[in-house]
Antibody, heavy 121, light 106 residues
Framework: QVQLQESGPGLVKPSQTLSLTCTVS??????????WSWIRQPPGKGLEWIGR???????NYNPSLESRVTLSADTSKNQISLNLISVTAADTAVYYC?????????????WGQGILVTVSS | SYELTQPPSASVSPGQTASITCSGH??????VSWYQQKSGQSPVQVIY???KRPSGIPERFSGSNSGDTATLTITETQPMDEADYYC?????????FGGGTKLTVL
């Protein structure tokens, strides 16, 4: 059974960079069958897709965040990472990583437990 | 940008059928997934590719998608089905979620 575990600081100051890591167990992030996505949820609000990374070369981002976000993958550690620059209070959210199928009709079949990141001075 | 619209709330009596809609331009041409999120928990996939159920999801969950509307249907609704439900589709290479529907079972 695949498991995803998000980690990183729970508090980030405004204008700084939010950096999170998702450690995957039970599957290889190098698999040709899956992308690996980040999704966030502000407190009391809905889900927002941030982007996805495919270790074989493709990365896609939400157009609304594309100028500030970078996703990367470390196959040696079986981890994916998220960097979001110039954060504001609007970036306060629970951040999830999720396995994303590649084949037609991609969907998020496994999710991490999420990590709450608060942007505050 | 592509948008998916869901009603903010819905209610159903135990044992009855709940239907949650998701609307978007030519949504029937896209593949829709549905996610259930109970309070304080991570989302769980309940339907993918319009109508397919992942293993472990009860048969009372079903989905359809045609025209501009996708529908999640829960038959014989149980109190444990009370949750927020989100539809999701792809606009080219980026994912879009609906705003979510809070389903109350009372």
């Amino acid at each position: 059974q695949v498991q995803l575990q998000e980690s990183g600081p729970g508090l980030v100051k405004p204008s700084q960079t939010l950096s999170l890591t998702c450690t995957v167990s039970g599957d290889s992030i190098s698999s040709s069958r899956y992308y690996w996505s980040w999704i966030r949820q502000p407190p009391g609000k809905g889900l927002e897709w941030i982007g996805r990374v495919y270790t074989r070369g493709t990365t896609n981002y939400n157009p609304s965040l594309e100028s500030r976000v970078t996703l990367s993958a470390d196959t040696s550690k079986n981890q994916i990472s998220l960097n979001l620059i110039s954060v504001t209070a609007a970036d306060t959210a629970v951040y999830y990583c999720a396995r994303t199928t590649v084949i037609a009709g991609p969907h998020f079949d496994f999710w991490g437990q999420g990590i709450l990141v608060t942007v505050s001075s | 940008s592509y948008e998916l619209t869901q009603p903010p709330s819905a209610s159903v009596s135990p044992g009855q059928t709940a239907s949650i809609t998701c609307s978007g331009h030519k949504l029937g041409d896209k593949s829709v997934s549905w996610y259930q999120q109970k309070s304080g928990q991570s989302p769980v996939q309940v339907i993918y590719r319009d109508y397919k159920r992942p293993s472990g999801i009860p048969e009372r969950f079903s989905g359809s998608n045609s025209g501009d509307t996708a529908t999640l249907t829960i038959t014989e609704t149980q109190p444990m089905d009370e949750a927020d439900y989100y539809c999701q589709a792809w606009d080219s290479t980026y994912a879009v979620f609906g705003g979510g529907t809070k389903l109350t079972v009372l």
